[in-house]
């Protein structure tokens, strides 16, 4: 046997073939008896090669190849652990018993699949049940502000009743600055306000400085900016008396000062425990889809509402809460939605889908290369979710005709559809969350900027993708559906006389003759072969372009003034995305350039006529005049009111595909975020990661440290949940990071 090639399972060689022991050699069905010994000889000879593997670790060949006494110890260690893994992979108990384990559980979850339904729905509706009763127990905020003026020889000292907790809440509102959330653009002034908690006999407890702006003018002492800061501190001890604020300062111009004191719960110590719980608890309904993300999102908005208003004593009034919601981003995707829904009713996607396949024939990559790339395309203007169900039935059509496999079509259409969703700021609901976002905003990130940088970006890893996607399924047959075919039968026969001829060796004249003639036989069936492929792929070639056509002729643009308008529109809409950082004239934010767009394209829609009438075309003739007068007039009557009914586009069957589980879900997250922020969990993570890249001695490696933190964090933690409710928590923490003084990070 050549030793240098493997052994199969069969016992042949990879040379040769593997063969049923039922084949037989020729049509007449006679077996040769010295090709059967072959046959079991080598299975033979692989079963004891199988049985030499098991040695134990002494007697393995691995021994012989060391001569030195030094190393006897290290290899015979090094085999013992080889055959204890090789021990460990042979033996199939315990993965039989882990098999058998979870078959077990995933039996008992079926069997027992009602009574977990029934358990999860009745945790569901006591928690909802506990968050309304501790919600309907406090009262609305009233706010309760103290307004004064101050300057460096006019102090404030104000009286407070007897506190009943240890916690309170200081809010200020004013041309003021926090010591600690100093921004790197602020220009110190010099002055600053000092602001001390008393007890009644004036012995300090707590006090804190801010410090003041720079007016705008410094004749009028006009301030165009001022800021609400939080101070949030608890006493030693319970006071028996009351609460003395006194606020002083350096400045000899007069300073309006606008404070409110507040007090908190007993569990406001227990504020960011609690918050972290009910954080887990919402991303677990979302990562393990327990229940629907949108339901996920608005049982989490219910709880931190509650929690809330447990720590504060007071729940947030109803005005609070919708200023929480991000609107402008609701209003982008809502438009966007409308967009979408009415470009699908003229056919263009299946249209550009199906010429793609006409002009890529037969050649499987120049299809896939198409189809990825113009996956990518839409998701950079469209949401990444609609593109792919736009795309997939007629992906999954296209391949049927192809004959291809269309899963790996479709992986590749979902991967290149989120690359092409981060290119714009339109692309990805993260992305719309960003550029809305109005304190991004204000940091010099809008939709040009936003859509500039992530452009290229985007081109660079479209590439690297592609070639990673072209070289790991380089050949065409990863492609094809494995079927039986017409050409099995004859290949096993090749594969029977090549291998008869190559068992012999020629040792007479009569074995040469014998090899010859075998020799022969199998290259005679193998130019059969060729020459049967050679016509089966001329036919496939032609019913793939007949089949094409029928494709191009079935798939066509069902309204052409539609498409004509929502194209019009939505290219005008772009270019006011483009235009509204740069031109002061428009004072439309992005949100509301989408729902415009989106009411100018229903006004423009309302009235299109059809470009086609399937009436006229199915009339049969008719040669009686009389018949042929009344058939033209109610074939008139019946185009006249079918085309007034296509004029008016179905307003109730539009808005069914508008996503409003999604809008839904955007909207209880940003509350449900907002809760967690105002808990102090977000603050308490970037106090957190702030002090790790502070950590850092040298400050010019801070900004590079901070940026691989964060990258890992978000690939990390959006690998386990969503990007959305992940792109909604980093925000504020970004912001709070880029804000701080110490920390080199350019937002």
Same mark, same amino acid.
């Given at each position: ?481 494995? &079927? ?176 409003? &589980? ?86």
């Amino acid at each position: 046997f050549r030793k240098s090639r493997p052994i199969d399972d069969d016992g042949l060689d990879d040379a040769d073939v593997i063969v049923d022991d039922d084949l037989s050699l020729d049509a007449n069905g006679d077996e040769d008896e010295d090709f059967r010994i072959l046959i079991e000889s080598k299975k033979l000879a692989n079963n004891n090669k199988d049985d030499d593997i098991l040695l134990s670790p002494n007697q393995t060949p691995l021994n012989e190849e060391f001569d030195t006494e030094s190393t006897t110890n290290n290899v015979t260690y090094g085999c013992q652990c080889l055959h204890l893994i090789k021990s460990l992979l042979d033996n199939n108990h315990h993965i039989e018993n882990l098999k058998d384990k979870a078959y077990r559980a995933t039996q008992f979850l079926k069997r027992h699949a009602h009574h977990i339904s029934t358990l999860k729905a009745l945790f569901l509706v006591t928690y909802c049940l506990a968050c309304i009763v501790v919600f309907s127990i406090y009262d609305d905020h009233k706010e309760a502000w103290q307004q004064a003026t101050i300057r460096n020889d006019c102090s404030l000292y104000q009286q407070h009743s007897k506190p009943t907790s240890k916690n309170f809440r200081f809010h200020l509102n004013g041309p003021y600055v926090s010591m600690n959330d100093t921004s790197k653009n602020d220009v110190n002034s010099g002055l600053y306000v000092q602001i001390e908690i008393c007890d009644s006999r004036a012995n300090r407890l707590t006090s804190w400085f801010v410090y003041v702006i720079l007016p705008d003018d410094n004749q009028t002492s006009v301030y165009s900016r001022t800021n609400r800061i939080v101070n949030e501190f608890t006493l030693a001890n319970n006071l028996d008396d009351e609460l003395n604020v006194r606020v002083s300062t350096n400045s000899r111009r007069s300073l309006p000062f606008v404070y409110e004191l507040r007090q908190l719960g007993q569990q406001y110590s227990n504020r960011i425990v609690l918050s972290s719980l009910l954080l887990v608890f919402v991303y677990s309904l979302i990562v393990f889809e327990l229940t629907h993300r949108c339901l996920a999102a608005a049982l989490g908005s219910l709880g931190g509402l509650s929690l809330l208003s447990l720590v504060e004593l007071e729940r947030p009034k109803l005005e609070t809460i919708v200023q929480w919601v991000e609107w402008e981003t609701i209003l982008l995707m809502f438009g966007m939605m409308i967009i979408v829904a009415i470009f699908c009713e003229t056919g263009l996607f299946d249209l550009i889908a199906v010429r793609i396949f006409h002009y890529s024939g037969t050649r499987v990559w120049v299809m896939i290369g198409a189809l990825c790339f113009l996956s990518g395309l839409l998701s950079a203007f469209l949401d990444n979710v609609t593109t792919i169900l736009l795309l997939t039935p007629i992906t999954i059509r296209l391949c049927e005709v192809m004959s291809v496999d269309p899963r790996y079509v479709i992986i590749a259409e979902v991967i290149f559809s989120n690359i092409g969703g981060t290119a714009t700021a339109i692309g990805d609901p993260p992305n719309v969350i960003i550029t809305a976002n109005s304190a991004i905003n204000a940091r010099g990130i809008d939709f040009t900027n936003f859509t500039l940088h992530m452009f290229c970006g985007s081109l660079l890893v479209f590439a690297v993708a592609f070639l990673h996607f072209r070289l790991l399924y380089s050949s065409p047959k990863n492609f094809v559906i494995e &079927s039986e075919s017409e050409f099995d039968e004859l290949k096993k026969e090749i594969k029977i006389w090549r291998r008869a001829f190559q068992t012999i060796t020629p040792v007479t004249k009569e074995e040469k003759i014998v090899r010859t003639l075998l020799k022969e036989k199998a290259m005679q069936l193998q130019q059969l072969l060729t020459q049967r492929v050679n016509e089966t792929k001329a036919g496939y070639t032609t019913t793939l372009r007949s089949k094409s056509q029928s494709l191009v002729e079935a798939y066509k643009i069902t309204n052409k003034n539609l498409l004509t308008k929502c194209s019009v529109i939505f290219f005008v809409a772009l270019v006011l995305f483009f235009l509204n950082p740069f031109v002061e004239a428009i004072h439309l934010t992005i949100g509301w350039i989408s729902i415009m767009a989106a009411i100018v394209l229903l006004a423009a829609a309302s009235n299109t006529p059809a470009t086609t009438n399937a009436s006229d075309a199915e009339q049969p003739l008719s040669f009686d005049p009389a018949s042929s007068i009344n058939s033209k007039r109610k074939v008139s009557e019946s185009s006249s009111h079918q085309q007034h009914t296509q004029n008016v586009i179905d307003f109730e069957a539009l808005m069914h595909k508008i996503e409003w &589980s999604t809008l839904l879900f955007f909207a209880s997250l940003f509350i449900f975020m907002k809760c967690v922020e105002e808990l102090g969990l977000l603050n308490f993570v970037g106090n957190q990661i702030s002090d790790v890249i502070k950590g850092v001695d040298n400050k010019s490696d801070r900004l590079v440290i901070a940026i691989v933190l964060l990258l890992f964090i978000s690939a990390l933690v959006s690998s386990l949940i969503d990007n959305i409710p992940m792109t909604t928590a980093m925000i504020p923490i970004i912001l709070q990071l880029s804000d701080q003084t110490n920390v080199i990070l350019m937002i």
